[in-house]
C-alpha cells in the first residue's frame, strides 16, 4: 500500500486528451500541451484520495492473486 494521497483524473482522461490533441491538430483549439490539460482541469472534477486503514484489505487481494 502506497501511504500518499492521490488524484486521479476521469475514466475518460485518454479520450479527452486524445480529442484536443487532434482538436488542436485541425485548428479547433490552440495552446501548447499544458494549456490543453489546464483546460482539462478546468472541466473535469479531480478528486484527492486519501488512503485509510491499515492496509490489511490491500494485503489479503495481494495473497489471493499471488502478488
Known sequence: MVDCPSWPGPV???ALG???VRA???GAV???LPALRAQ????????R????????AW??????VGG
Open 12 to 14: 475518460e482522461a485518454t
Open 59 to 64: 494485503r489479503a487481494v495481494e495473497r489471493e
Open 49 to 56: 484520495h486519501d488512503p485509510r486503514g491499515d492496509g490489511a
Open 40 to 47: 482539462l482541469r478546468q472541466t473535469q472534477r479531480i478528486v
Open 30 to 32: 490552440g495552446g501548447d
Open 24 to 26: 488542436r491538430a485541425a
Open 18 to 20: 486524445n480529442v484536443l
